[in-house]
């Protein structure tokens, strides 16, 4: 059996500049250049190799909720809050309680908040 590793999550926009704009403001990415076309689909490194594709599809209607995200980990979730709070971006716990952060059984903190384009996305402190 092969061994796989992560390589790149894939989110389709409404607006590119906008999604771009939004994840280098909260999470500081670099744009790294798209090796794959010469479309408007625009890259962000996530460290370690591993990248976020940003596809733009402005017609395309978006379902999701909140079973659906990925999460990020953090060994500074209160930087991260205040960065939300001064963004004017709103957070939850998953019971969608507001400004609440989640603790779960095993201790690990986590909250959750969408991006411009209904994107769940958690943050948690579980740092290996």
């Known amino acids: 059996m092969p061994n796989f590793s992560f390589n790149h999550l894939a989110l ?37 190799g591993k990248q976020l594709h940003l596809i733009p599809h402005p017609n395309s209607e978006i379902k999701i909720n909140k ?3 990925f999460a990020l980990s953090t060994s500074d979730l209160d ?5 939300l709070n001064n963004l004017k971006i709103e957070f939850s716990d998953w019971n969608d309680v507001p400004n609440k952060i ?14 411009p384009n209904g994107y769940w996305i958690e943050i948690n402190n579980d740092v290996k």
């Open 12 to 48: 389709s926009v409404k607006d590119v500049n906008e999604s771009v704009e939004f994840y280098q403001k909260l999470f500081k990415l670099e744009e790294i250049k798209n090796t794959a076309s010469d479309s408007k689909t625009r890259w962000l490194s996530l460290n370690e």
């Open 102 to 115: 989640y603790v779960r059984k095993d201790g690990i903190k986590q909250i959750y908040f969408q991006d």
């Open 79 to 83: 930087s991260l809050i205040d960065n």
């Open 67 to 69: 079973a659906v995200h």
